[in-house]
């Protein structure tokens, strides 16, 4: 069974920085797109970055481009979000999972991916 945990959430000030961990269990990491996904209460969840399993493109939604940089261990199963000059809209709970033909700035029903982390909150406030 495939397992998607995420960690490194946390309260920041505007302006921060955090950095996401996403570990992943079976075989699905080495050989997928993976991106990061966030969802605020009353929204839908949006695809906010993307990178490609042997290329490493990555690609983002506008709203994080410049600010946030998406990377991967594929030797470790590993998933990364490096978020810097965090703004209080950033606030979200933010999972990984697959992100093979989605756009970033889209967004998800999250029944259509079969499972998910349990996510992991990240608040940016003063």
């Known amino acids: 069974q495939v397992q998607l945990v995420e960690s490194g959430g946390g309260l920041v000030q505007p302006g921060g920085s955090l950095r996401l961990s996403c570990a992943a269990s079976?075989?699905?990491?080495?050989?997928?797109?993976m991106g990061w996904y966030r969802q605020t209460p009353g929204k839908q969840r949006e695809l906010v970055a993307k990178?490609?399993?042997?290329?490493?493109?990555?690609s983002y939604a506008d709203s994080v481009k410049g600010r946030f940089t998406i990377s991967r261990d594929n030797a470790k199963n590993t998933l990364y979000l490096q978020m810097n000059s965090l703004k209080p809209e950033d606030t979200a709970v933010y999972y990984c999972?697959?992100?093979?033909?989605?756009?970033?700035?889209?967004?998800?029903?999250?029944?259509?991916?079969?499972?998910w982390g349990q996510g992991t909150q990240v608040t940016v406030s003063s």
């Open positions: 079976g075989s699905i990491f080495s050989t997928y797109t």
């Open positions: 990178i490609f399993s042997i290329s490493r493109t990555t």
């Open positions: 999972n697959r992100a093979r033909d989605i756009l970033p700035g889209r967004v998800v029903d999250p029944a259509d991916f079969g499972f």
